[in-house]
C-alpha cells in the first residue's frame, strides 16, 4: 500500500549519496544516545535541520557502523500524501509492516520518523514496538510537547530527549572557516567578527545560509514565522481568528530583552492575562519564543515579577520585529540568551536591590555566571552603567566574578570591593570550549 513512497523516501536502499550539511554539535549526542535500547526523540523549531540530522545519522549507520541500507527506514510523515491516513495510527503500522516485506531485513533496524506529530496515537504504536529489540526508533517532532507527560506516561522510562536549535555561531563558523583551535580563530580575527556582524543580523537557519539577498531571507523568515503560528499553533489552542496571535508575536519578537507582565500585555491587547500566558507558553512549545524570569531566592517574587522574552533565532527577531533602526544590541543578547540555553544552563534575569538590572544569571548544578551584555562600551557613561549593575550583583549574591559581553571589545577590571569583572568579545565568548 506504501511501497512507492517508502522507495521514494528511501534513496540510500539504491544508491549511498553522502549528504552535504553543517556538523552538528547534539550529533555527538544522539551517537551516544544509539546503543542503548531508549526510544531517541529529537525535538526543535520547524527547519532547524532535524531532517538533515537524521540523514546524517543515516550516512554514519552505513559509513562507520556497516549497517546494511535495508535496515534503516527513513519516512518523513508531513508529507502531503500522508496527510489523509493520520488520523489513523494502524496507517503507520501498514507502512512498517510494507517496509519489512519490502525490504526483508535481518538484524538490529533503524527506523526514522520525522515530523512523528503529525500522526495521532502515535506513542501507542512506538510503545508496540518498544519490547522488539531488533527496531531502534529514532524519531523527530516541531513541538516540545512532543514528550508531554501523557505521552510520557506511555513512554515512561523508554525514550531520551535531544533538542535541536538553529546553527549557533560556533556550528556555523567551523563550517566556514573551518576553525579547531584558539590560534586558529585569533589568526583569523578579523574575518570572525565580520561573520560574526552578518550572524547576528540573520541568525542561523541552515536553509538560509545560501541566501544572500537580505530581502530574500527576511521573506523565507517571516513565512517560517507565520507557518509555524498558523499550522503548529492555532490548531493546538483551537483558534478560529489567528489575528491576535500574530499581533502579540510581533509585538514580543519586536521587545526582545524588554520586561513586560502578563497583566500588562492582556492590557495592552484586551486579552485576558490567562490568556497571555497561554499564548506565550504555546509560543514556546513550537519554539519560537523563550520566557526568562527574574532571578530571586523567593519563588514569590520570582512568579510575580515581570518577565523577558528571547527568540529562537536572531535573524527572524530581525526580520519580524517592527523596527526603525538598528537593533543590534538587543539581537546581541539574543544570542548570548540562545548560547546558554544550546549548552543547557538555566537563564534568569537579575535586579539588584537599587533596581540595576543585569541581562543573565546562568546558573548549571550550583554555579551561578552573571552576564551583561553592551554592543559597545566606548561611550564612558554606558560603561560605568553596565559596571554598576554587575559590581552591585557580584556584591548581593557574594561571587566573585562576572562577565561584560560586548561585540569586539575586551579587558579585565577590578571593583571598589576587589571582584574581577572580565570584559570579553562576543566571539571569544560564544567559541569558548
Same mark, same amino acid.
Given at each position: 500500500?506504501?511501497?512507492?513512497?517508502?522507495?521514494?523516501?528511501?534513496?540510500? =536502499?539504491?544508491?549511498?549519496?553522502?549528504?552535504?550539511?553543517?556538523?552538528?554539535?547534539?550529533?555527538?549526542?544522539?551517537?551516544?544516545?544509539?546503543?542503548?535500547?531508549?526510544?531517541?526523540?529529537?525535538?526543535?523549531?520547524?527547519?532547524?535541520?532535524?531532517?538533515?540530522?537524521?540523514?546524517?545519522?543515516?550516512?554514519?549507520?552505513?559509513?562507520?557502523?556497516?549497517?546494511?541500507?535495508?535496515?534503516?527506514?527513513?519516512?518523513?510523515?508531513?508529507?502531503?500524501?500522508?496527510?489523509?491516513?493520520?488520523?489513523?495510527?494502524?496507517?503507520?503500522?501498514?507502512?512498517?509492516?510494507?517496509?519489512?516485506?519490502?525490504?526483508?531485513?535481518?538484524?538490529?533496524?533503524?527506523?526514522?520518523?520525522?515530523?512523528?506529530?503529525?500522526?495521532?496515537?502515535?506513542?501507542?504504536?512506538?510503545?508496540?514496538?518498544?519490547?522488539?529489540?531488533?527496531?531502534?526508533?529514532?524519531?523527530?517532532?516541531?513541538?516540545?510537547?512532543?514528550?508531554?507527560?501523557?505521552?510520557?506516561?506511555?513512554?515512561?522510562?523508554?525514550?531520551?530527549? #535531544?533538542?535541536?536549535?538553529?546553527?549557533?555561531?560556533?556550528?556555523?563558523?567551523?563550517?566556514?572557516?573551518?576553525?579547531?583551535? /584558539?590560534? &586558529?580563530?585569533?589568526?583569523?580575527?578579523?574575518?570572525?567578527?565580520?561573520?560574526?556582524?552578518?550572524?547576528?543580523?540573520?541568525?542561523?537557519?541552515?536553509?538560509?545560509?545560501?541566501?544572500?539577498?537580505?530581502?530574500?531571507?527576511?521573506?523565507?523568515?517571516?513565512?517560517?514565522?507565520?507557518?509555524?503560528?498558523?499550522?503548529?499553533?492555532?490548531?493546538?489552542?483551537?483558534?478560529?481568528?489567528?489575528?491576535?496571535?500574530?499581533?502579540?508575536?510581533?509585538?514580543?519578537?519586536?521587545?526582545?530583552?524588554?520586561?513586560?507582565?502578563?497583566?500588562?500585555?492582556?492590557?495592552?491587547?484586551?486579552?485576558?492575562?490567562?490568556? #497571555?500566558?497561554?499564548?506565550?507558553?504555546?509560543?514556546?512549545?513550537?519554539?519560537?519564543?523563550?520566557?526568562?524570569?527574574?532571578?530571586?531566592?523567593?519563588? /514569590?517574587?520570582?512568579?510575580?515579577?515581570?518577565?523577558?522574552?528571547?527568540?529562537?533565532?536572531?535573524?527572524?527577531?530581525?526580520?519580524?520585529?517592527?523596527?526603525?533602526?538598528?537593533?543590534?544590541?538587543?539581537?546581541?543578547?539574543?544570542?548570548?540568551?540562545?548560547?546558554?540555553?544550546?549548552?543547557?544552563?538555566?537563564?534568569?534575569?537579575?535586579?539588584?536591590?537599587?533596581?540595576?538590572?543585569?541581562?543573565?544569571?546562568? /546558573?548549571?548544578?550550583?554555579?551561578?555566571?552573571?552576564?551583561?551584555?553592551?554592543?559597545? #562600551?566606548?561611550?564612558?557613561?554606558?560603561? #560605568?552603567? &553596565?559596571?554598576?549593575?554587575?559590581?552591585?550583583?557580584?556584591?548581593?549574591?557574594?561571587?566573585?566574578?562576572?562577565?561584560?559581553?560586548?561585540?569586539?571589545?575586551?579587558?579585565?577590571?577590578?571593583?571598589?570591593?576587589? /571582584?574581577?569583572?572580565?570584559?570579553?568579545?562576543?566571539?571569544? =565568548?560564544?567559541?569558548?570550549?
Amino acid at each position: 500500500m506504501f511501497e512507492t513512497i517508502l522507495i521514494d523516501q528511501n534513496p540510500h =536502499w539504491h544508491k549511498h549519496q553522502p549528504i552535504t550539511a553543517v556538523a552538528r554539535q547534539q550529533f555527538a549526542k544522539l551517537l551516544q544516545y544509539l546503543p542503548l535500547p531508549h526510544i531517541i526523540a529529537i525535538t526543535g523549531v520547524r527547519r532547524c535541520g532535524k531532517s538533515t540530522l537524521l540523514k546524517q545519522l543515516i550516512d554514519y549507520l552505513m559509513v562507520v557502523e556497516h549497517v546494511s541500507p535495508d535496515n534503516i527506514m527513513f519516512l518523513n510523515l508531513e508529507q502531503p500524501f500522508l496527510l489523509p491516513y493520520a488520523d489513523d495510527v494502524r496507517h503507520l503500522e501498514q507502512m512498517v509492516q510494507d517496509y519489512l516485506s519490502l525490504k526483508a531485513p535481518q538484524g538490529q533496524i533503524y527506523i526514522l520518523l520525522d515530523e512523528i506529530q503529525f500522526f495521532a496515537n502515535w506513542p501507542l504504536f512506538i510503545k508496540s514496538y518498544f519490547e522488539s529489540k531488533k527496531i531502534k526508533f529514532i524519531i523527530t517532532g516541531s513541538n516540545s510537547s512532543l514528550l508531554s507527560s501523557d505521552m510520557m506516561t506511555l513512554l515512561s522510562g523508554r525514550a531520551l530527549a #535531544i533538542e535541536l536549535y538553529p546553527l549557533n555561531f560556533s556550528e556555523m563558523i567551523s563550517h566556514e572557516l573551518n576553525l579547531n583551535t /584558539k590560534d &586558529e580563530i585569533t589568526a583569523k580575527r578579523s574575518e570572525v567578527i565580520h561573520r560574526l556582524r552578518h550572524y547576528v543580523e540573520q541568525g542561523g537557519f541552515p536553509e538560509l545560509l545560501s541566501v544572500k539577498a537580505p530581502d530574500l531571507r527576511a521573506d523565507i523568515l517571516n513565512a517560517y514565522a507565520k507557518t509555524i503560528i498558523l499550522q503548529d499553533i492555532v490548531p493546538r489552542l483551537g483558534m478560529r481568528k489567528p489575528e491576535q496571535l500574530e499581533k502579540l508575536f510581533v509585538y514580543l519578537i519586536t521587545n526582545i530583552g524588554a520586561l513586560s507582565s502578563y497583566h500588562k500585555l492582556a492590557s495592552y491587547f484586551s486579552l485576558s492575562d490567562k490568556a #497571555i500566558k497561554d499564548y506565550i507558553q504555546a509560543f514556546h512549545k513550537a519554539y519560537l519564543l523563550f520566557e526568562v524570569e527574574r532571578f530571586s531566592f523567593s519563588l /514569590k517574587v520570582q512568579d510575580k515579577s515581570p518577565k523577558k522574552v528571547y527568540a529562537i533565532d536572531t535573524g527572524m527577531a530581525n526580520a519580524c520585529g517592527f523596527r526603525f533602526s538598528s537593533n543590534h544590541g538587543k539581537l546581541l543578547e539574543n544570542m548570548v540568551f540562545l548560547d546558554a540555553l544550546c549548552r543547557g544552563y538555566e537563564i534568569y534575569y537579575y535586579k539588584t536591590e537599587e533596581q540595576f538590572e543585569v541581562d543573565f544569571v546562568i /546558573k548549571k548544578d550550583r554555579a551561578i555566571q552573571l552576564l551583561q551584555v553592551c554592543w559597545q #562600551i566606548k561611550d564612558n557613561t554606558v560603561l #560605568i552603567r &553596565e559596571l554598576r549593575a554587575l559590581s552591585a550583583a557580584l556584591d548581593e549574591l557574594k561571587l566573585d566574578k562576572a562577565y561584560l559581553i560586548t561585540f569586539d571589545e575586551g579587558f579585565y577590571l577590578n571593583t571598589e570591593s576587589d /571582584k574581577r569583572i572580565e570584559i570579553i568579545p562576543a566571539y571569544q =565568548w560564544l567559541l569558548r570550549v
